[in-house]
């Protein structure tokens, strides 16, 4: 069974200090007591709203114990790879417009 007792308070104090430090307008559901529920919504400089959600801890590889979000976009439609929270800013920073 998935478990997601990697997502601390400190790995989600990351994630929005790196949303912030990228300049995305962004939220949280406010679910970190249920992180199987959780869900942040990041607006990227083009316009486009990205819903970013811990891993489950299936999915994340012990060698790159740091890699535990996922971002999703809607339009056009991407999935990232799991990875750590300033590596999924930079995907979403890098994605082409």
Same mark, same amino acid.
């Given at each position: 069974? /998935? #478990? %997601?007792?990697? =997502?601390?308070?400190?790995?989600?104090d990351?994630?929005?200090?790196?949303? @912030? *430090? *990228?300049?995305? $307008?962004? @939220?949280?559901?406010?679910?970190?007591?249920?992180?199987? %529920?959780?869900?942040? #919504? *990041? #607006?990227? /400089?083009?316009? !486009?709203?990205?819903? =970013? $959600?811990?891993? @489950?801890?299936?999915? =994340?590889t012990?060698?790159?114990?740091?890699?535990?979000?996922?971002?999703?976009?809607?339009?056009?439609?991407? !999935? $990232?790879? &799991?990875? $750590? /929270?300033?590596? &999924? &800013?930079?995907? =979403?920073? *890098? %994605?082409? /417009?």
């Open positions: 069974m /998935a #478990t %997601f007792g990697h =997502i601390t308070r400190e790995r989600c990351q994630l929005g200090r790196a949303l @912030t *430090a *990228a300049g995305f $307008s962004w @939220t949280d559901n406010g679910r970190q007591d249920k992180p199987e %529920f959780l869900t942040y #919504t *990041a #607006t990227d /400089a083009h316009g !486009r709203e990205w819903s =970013i $959600s811990p891993a @489950t801890s299936n999915q =994340i012990p060698s790159r114990p740091a890699s535990i979000w996922q971002a999703q976009c809607t339009e056009p439609m991407h !999935r $990232s790879p &799991v990875l $750590s /929270a300033r590596a &999924v &800013v930079d995907h =979403i920073r *890098a %994605f082409p /417009a």
